[in-house]
């Protein structure tokens, strides 16, 4: 039996065995599922905290190859792998370079973040400069065969004075695309700098001024992810979409009845928190295929207990939680995070992170799991 784990809410007995998921099985059919994925730090690298970040890309490209084998996609150099909160511009094109490789080599999928991340800080820059930076990065994604997700970009809500500079800039680069990409909306939850996207802090007129963007350029849009954690207004915006444009949702609080749909449709799904999911995930989207609503709903409803405490505010920090159970599942041999995002949550925050993911029968062998918890405690001065 598994030795108790002093968690600080008390004593905490580790379950015994794994979920049970079927192996080998592929990608789900009635949903396009990807899964953003986390990077994993050179915890041995010499650099101080504002050094570019050092990339264990061997752990990094196997975490990428466990998704694929379970028939996620893969969203590549997005929030969760620290855009903007540790991966920079040069870091988040060489991980865009080996990940469209790897895919290659084993016949995933994968679509990649474009964004403006290369522009140095300081005064605003102007439209010109950030169409420019968004075109540097769609060539590099176009130039490696991946599709590319147009990011929200903190540079254009300081560049732009109004609805029309967003039309203006979106315009330009779907004009540019060689295929249809997929637009993101990252909600100021995940990053304060992105208030008043699309030109408003008012909700009803930048969704009417992305609704527009898309209405305009509907053959150069395969989809929109939208991250507001606003369940309702994420089917408001689906059910406003031309036709054969996708809803991927992002939405990591409500997605199994997102996912799910209803007599007016569904949203595909694009989610941090698949990261930790995936297996069970992609399994639940399969049930799904077979049209069984209940059955999906009934292995995925349980986790929102986990998404919901691993994204709780600063959502921001929710990729601490992501890592942190990487972890614990022996997907990294270290919680090392590139610039040093695992002090971000408290012990408290990852102790009932570790307890929720064990309940659920997430770590492929507990007694790791809770040996590498046991161990944190330890580390913290927190073992009883």
């Known amino acids: 039996m598994t030795a108790v784990v002093p968690l600080p809410r008390g004593p905490y ?17 009635s949903r396009t599922v990807f899964s953003a994925a986390h990077v994993v730090a050179d915890p ?3 650099i101080a905290s504002d050094d570019p ?22 969203a590549e150099a997005m929030d969760t792998a620290q855009r903007g909160m540790g991966l920079d511009w040069a870091g988040a094109a060489e991980l865009i370079r080996r990940s469209a490789a790897e895919a290659k080599a084993v016949g995933g999928r994968i679509a990649c973040g474009v964004g403006t ?28 065969g991946v599709q ?10 300081r560049a732009a004075r109004g609805p029309e500079d967003y039309l203006a800039t979106y315009a330009h680069l779907l004009r540019q695309a060689s295929e249809p990409v997929i637009l993101h909306w990252l909600g100021p939850m995940f990053d304060p700098a992105l208030e ?8 009803d007129e930048a969704t009417d001024t992305f609704l527009k963007v898309i209405a305009e350029h509907p053959d150069k849009v395969d989809g929109i992810k939208i991250s507001l954690l606003d369940a309702a207004r994420e089917i408001d915006v689906r059910r406003r979409l031309p036709g054969g444009v996708r809803c991927y949702t992002g939405d990591d609080f ?7 749909g209803d007599e007016r449709g569904f949203s595909h799904a694009l989610l941090g928190i698949f990261d930790p999911l995936g297996p069970l995930a992609a399994h639940a989207v399969r049930v799904l295929d077979t049209g069984d609503v209940a059955g999906f709903r009934a292995l995925l409803d349980p986790t929102v207990e986990l998404s919901r405490h691993l994204f709780q505010r600063p959502t921001r920090f929710y990729k601490t939680g992501v890592v942190f159970l990487a972890w614990l599942a022996g997907h990294q041999d ?8 695992q002090s971000a949550r408290s012990l408290r925050h990852l102790a009932t992170a570790y307890e929720l993911a064990d309940g659920l029968g997430l770590f492929p062998d507990p007694d790791l799991a809770a040996h590498r918890m046991r161990a944190l405690l330890a580390v913290h001065g927190g073992a009883r």
């Open 53 to 74: 970040a050092a990339v264990d890309w061997e752990s990094t490209l196997a975490f990428r190859r466990h998704l694929w084998a379970h028939g996620l996609g893969v």
């Open 117 to 144: 991340d290369q522009l140095p800080g300081g005064p605003a820059p102007t439209l010109a400069e950030v169409t420019a930076a968004y075109e540097e990065q769609l060539a590099l994604a176009e130039e490696h």
């Open 196 to 203: 008043g996207y699309w030109g408003s802090t008012d909700l």
């Open 13 to 29: 007995t580790p379950r015994a065995t794994p979920l049970d998921l079927p192996q080998g099985a592929g990608a789900p059919s």
């Open 254 to 260: 409500n997605y199994p009845e997102l996912i799910a």
């Open 148 to 157: 590319p997700i147009l990011m929200a970009s903190r540079a254009l809500v």
């Open 44 to 46: 041995y690298a010499d």
């Open 334 to 341: 270290h919680f090392t995070m590139v610039g040093g995002l």
